[in-house]
């Protein structure tokens, strides 16, 4: 499956050929804090199959185990990644360009 896609601005923008995985909604005070909305949609890849094309997101640390990626010019949330599970990387799904190739489960 490719999966392409990037924030409102189109300054960061990702591409994967990678199986997604663990597509969910999450409604946690942290990424309802981060994306301003009652609950975010991810999804997961392995992070040697993502590729940036264009500028690479900006990353926060937003917990003591997690680090989040976003849009510097327009602040969309992008990603979500945790050191216990290294070789994985959570995308916001409603930065897909076609959101509902991964629908949460």
């Keep these: 499956m490719s999966l392409q896609g990037g924030c409102f ?3 960061v923008r990702y591409e994967t050929d990678g ?7 999450c409604h946690c005070t942290d990424c309802r804090r981060a994306s301003g909305a009652p609950a975010l949609a991810w999804f997961s890849v392995k992070t040697a199959e993502l590729r940036w ?3 690479d997101p900006k990353t926060f640390r ?3 185990d997690a680090m989040r990626g976003f849009c510097a ?3 969309t949330s992008l990603t979500w990644s945790a050191h216990q ?3 994985e990387i959570d995308l916001a799904t409603a930065t897909l360009d076609d959101p509902e190739q991964v ?3």
């Design 19 to 25: 199986e997604p995985f663990n597509s969910t909604l």
């Design 62 to 64: 937003s917990s003591a």
């Design 9 to 11: 601005c189109g300054a």
């Design 53 to 55: 094309v264009g500028q």
């Design 73 to 75: 010019q327009c602040g």
């Design 85 to 87: 599970w290294p070789d």
């Design 103 to 105: 629908p949460p489960q």
